[in-house]
């Protein structure tokens, strides 16, 4: 094979999201000279960014103060809050907790926000590269991070090569900002490898399915947000829902749950299908349809599960560290403010040392100290958690202790000697009638012929001990079908992989209970293909 082509930065940035354009820009603005460039896996900046979103400006105010007067296609200012308790048939409306209170905030499109983003960066002289999936990582002599390998394109199954095969570049840089985003496939590596969250709880994590439609003409209102708990759930089950409701009769609607939930039997994909015809929610989307839909992962461990965010020759930013801010709902302002605070550490030291303490000293580690508990709280159950959240919230989390958190994958409970809740999931009436469909909405696409982006490492457990012991719990917990225990005529029972449905979510990758199943980067510019959510 022939040596790789290189190309030489002084910063490289893995991830064009919130964090990782922030990062770029705000580098640019203190430092004008310096070469930037940012990588993106998807084939346009924007395409597999996936959130609620309502947003808080003030680090965008403070990144680009003349933001208002260009803003982003899908900015809507917070006009109300609401806040209900579900039963299967009933909604009681009660007083929104304070961290969901949105005054001054605005709904937006996260993709589309990260689109406007990329222009302002590229305006400063950021070299942005989409359609670019940083496949591997660089060492140097030392033992330090020296950059990124883009994976090869044109690659088949079998490892032969397509006619128009292109072998990927690697590309080098003294300092590499991962910003990759919630379970990112090489900030994973570099936590294990560096060993980062020895002194911290294991990460945990939600999933978060959504869908954008536009509504029967006149029952959007522009500027209201919804927040539920209660059903579909049980009460040993986090989440909830958000209805936010955009311009143009368009509405965004979500569904979150924690990915340390105990049974087994669980699907969140029909979970959210169920929630959609609630009474409280179907007479708003019926007469509509569904633009585009799809799922990710939401990074939910704050303060306790915030790993050590500095190695030799690299840092980790935005969600890749886990600043999300689960009692909000909200993460997009804590990566910005993230990203420009690393922007403003790389320039004044030029140096990855010194990343822990600056990060651990500012305002968005105080932020997640402040709700440190509240999330674990819902650990032994809905009650306890609620009573919980109400002594953090009245004492600004200064309780002296700090919770625990485990890692997901650990919680979900073996068929025997469980029963699980009784759960509908029945024939329904709105879109998409089941995950198959769903994935058209999110306009996911690989190559058929290239080789399988999830590696599950002994497909003999599947057939045999997770049959028996959990009823191969992938094939609900993905959102999008890739899971499939078939059998074959001459092999008998086996797992099929469906990777060209893959959404790049991560949850089999979160919650498979034996930990075998490994997310890796496709072919660049593979994968879903978000429009405005």
């Keep these: 094979m022939s040596e790789r082509e290189f190309m030489e930065y002084d910063v490289i940035t893995v991830g064009a999201g919130p964090a990782g354009l922030a990062f770029a820009i705000r580098l640019k603005q203190l430092k004008p000279d310096i070469r930037v460039c940012v990588i993106e896996k998807a084939s346009v900046v924007g395409a597999q960014i996936l959130s609620g979103a309502v947003i808080e400006p003030e680090p965008l105010n403070e990144l680009l103060p003349e933001w208002g007067k260009n803003p982003p296609p899908i900015c809507v200012p917070v006009a109300k809050d609401e806040f209900y308790w579900l039963g299967k048939e009933k909604a009681t409306k009660l007083p929104a907790p304070p961290q969901m209170h949105n005054h001054g905030n605005f709904i937006v499109s996260l993709g589309a926000l990260c689109a406007w983003l990329a222009p302002q960066a590229e305006a400063l002289g950021v070299e942005i590269y989409p359609g670019f999936a940083a496949a591997g990582l660089l060492f140097d002599d030392n033992g330090a991070v020296a950059g990124v390998s883009i994976g090869d394109m044109g690659v088949a199954k079998d490892g032969s090569h397509h006619a128009g095969y292109t072998q990927g570049i690697d590309i080098k840089a003294p300092l590499t900002v991962l910003a990759e985003g919630c379970r990112g496939h090489l900030s994973k590596q570099l936590i294990a490898k560096y060993e980062l969250d020895k002194d911290s709880d294991p990460q945990t994590y939600g999933i978060g399915i959504k869908e954008l439609w536009q509504l029967a003409p006149g029952k959007g209102e522009p500027g209201k947000v919804v927040h539920t708990l209660g059903w579909p759930l049980d009460n040993m089950t986090y989440g909830g829902s958000f209805i936010y409701h955009l311009d143009k009769d368009r509405l965004a609607i979500g569904f979150v749950c924690g990915l340390d939930y105990p049974d087994p039997m669980f699907s969140p994909f029909e979970a959210f299908q169920q929630l959609k015809h609630h009474p409280l929610v179907k007479p708003l989307l019926e007469g509509g349809s569904i633009l585009s839909g799809g799922a990710r992962a939401i990074v939910e461990g704050g303060y306790q599960s915030l790993p050590k965010v500095e190695m030799p020759g690299a840092l980790l930013i935005g969600d890749a560290a886990g600043t999300l801010n689960v009692p909000k709902i909200k993460g997009t302002h804590q990566a910005m403010r993230g990203g420009m605070l690393a922007a403003e550490h790389i320039a004044a030291t030029n140096q990855s040392a ?114 028996e012991e959990y009823d191969n719990p992938c094939t609900r917990f993905c959102p999008a079908g890739v899971y499939e225990i078939v059998q074959d005529a001459v092999n008998g029972k086996r797992l099929q992989i469906n990777a060209a449905n893959c959404v790049h979510c991560k949850t089999c990758d979160i919650k498979d209970p034996y930990q075998i199943i490994n997310w890796v980067t496709p072919e660049g510019g593979s994968g879903p293909n978000y429009q405005n959510l």
């Design 354 to 467: 010194g990343w822990d303490a600056k990060l651990r000293g500012s305002k968005v580690m105080s932020e997640l100290k402040k709700v440190r508990n509240i999330r674990p709280g819902f650990n032994k159950g809905l009650l306890p958690g609620l009573l919980n959240a109400g002594w953090e919230t009245i004492t600004a989390g200064l309780s002296p202790w700090t919770l625990k958190n485990h890692a997901d994958w650990s919680s979900l409970h073996k068929l025997q000697g469980y029963e699980s809740p009784k759960r509908d999931y029945v024939a329904r009436d709105l879109p998409p009638r089941d995950r198959l469909a769903s994935v058209y909405y999110a306009a996911t696409a690989h190559d058929e012929d290239q080789p399988v982006h999830l590696h599950v490492s002994d497909t003999n457990i599947c057939i045999t001990r997770c049959a």
